[in-house]
């Protein structure tokens, strides 16, 4: 299905830094619930993130990350979802995490 230009602008996606990560043990799938930076404009936002295949909290931690940020919350668990980080998902539900290859500020605008 295409979408158009204006569909594609809607979806708000920023780049973030990981500041926190802790275990969620209460979530159907092996996750981390993350604290994410994206800024002054932004702030503080929370996510779930199936990456525990790939990914150990010290690999997150201080790690930039895209996420779409104008998604509503959603409660996963006993966690509320407050973004939705991006990642290519490989076989096997296998996620690499989509990030900037070099350091930028937080809250920048993906598009």
């Keep these: 299905m295409e979408i158009t230009w204006n ?5 708000e996606m920023r780049i973030g830094t990981i500041s ?5 043990p209460e979530a159907r799938q092996p996750a981390y619930r993350l604290i994410i930076d994206f800024g002054a404009e932004i702030g503080i ?4 993130a199936q990456i525990t ?13 895209v996420a779409v940020v104008n998604f509503p919350k959603k409660q996963i668990a006993n ?4 973004c939705l980080v ?3 998902v490989a076989p096997g ?15 920048l605008r993906v598009g």
């Design 7 to 11: 569909d594609f602008e809607k979806v």
């Design 20 to 24: 926190e990560v802790l275990d969620f």
């Design 45 to 48: 936002r929370k996510s779930s």
């Design 53 to 65: 295949k790939r990914y150990s909290k010290e690999d997150l931690l201080g790690k930039q990350i």
């Design 79 to 82: 966690f509320m979802s407050e």
């Design 86 to 88: 991006l990642g290519a």
């Design 93 to 107: 539900n296998d996620i690499v995490l989509l990030n900037p290859d070099l350091k930028v500020e937080d809250g």
